[in-house]
């Protein structure tokens, strides 16, 4: 089955840049979706179609992809983004698929 | 405002059926589908299906397939999402989402989960 790899933490420090990674083999052909959840709560959408914000989401969140690879950046990071982040796309035939999800440190 | 609001916390017993329900309110319910979605504790997300709440068609997830039914009351605006032969490792809290976008633009719509327990 397909699979979505995402390292399990990142850790960094107030107002420096956080990159989380997710890597599958049809990020270059299927869009790419970004979810923060923090404990006790739903996930909420950051990033869409690989790069795009949705309304009300902080401009220190961005995305981009390159090949296999797509990536989250959190720019100047705040203590209220330490959470868990996945990310979601689909396999060839439209089924969603999660990554395992990266918790982010904010030391 | 987009609302989705699921219902209660379940505890069942191995090998029984649980039926969680998911209100829609405050979008035109058969213009968007609905999707599925559990985490068991301290574990991530796991996609289960999917269903169109125009036509009713669905899409499980290979592992499910057999045990899951989703199913959509248009009169009522309110999607299912029922699991049956139920296991321990089928603790978690179940979610639903609507489809996230319209047109070009996306954002989050999911309901505050449902947690379901299965213990003897």
């Known amino acids: 089955s397909y699979e979505l790899t995402q390292p399990p933490s990142v850790s960094v420090s107030p107002r420096q840049t956080a990159r989380i990674t997710c890597s599958g083999d049809a990020l270059p052909r299927q869009y790419s979706y970004w979810y923060q959840q923090k404990p006790g709560q739903a996930p909420i959408l950051v990033i869409y179609k690989d790069s795009e914000r949705p309304s009300g989401i902080p401009e220190r969140f961005s995305g981009s992809s390159s090949g296999t690879t797509v990536t989250l950046t959190i720019s100047g990071v705040q203590a209220e983004d330490e959470a868990d982040y996945y990310c979601q796309s689909a396999d060839s035939s439209g089924t969603w698929v999660f990554g395992g999800g990266t918790k982010l440190t904010v030391l | 405002q987009v609302q989705l609001v699921q219902s209660g916390t379940e505890v069942k017993k191995p090998g029984a059926s649980v039926k969680v329900s998911c209100k829609a309110s405050?979008?035109?319910?058969?213009?968007?589908?609905i999707s599925w979605v559990r985490q068991a504790p301290g574990q991530g997300l796991e996609w289960m299906g999917w269903i169109s709440a125009y036509n009713g068609n669905t899409d499980y997830a290979q592992r499910f397939q057999g045990r899951v039914t989703m199913t959509t009351d248009t009169s009522t605006t309110t999607a299912y999402m029922e699991l049956r032969s139920l296991r321990s490792d089928d603790t978690a809290i179940y979610f639903c989402?609507?489809?996230?976008?319209?047109?070009?633009?996306?954002?989050?719509?999911w309901g505050q989960g449902t947690l379901v327990t299965v213990s003897s």
């Open positions: 989402a609507r489809d996230p976008c319209s047109g070009n633009t996306c954002s989050s719509y």
């Open positions: 405050g979008y035109t319910f058969t213009n968007y589908g």
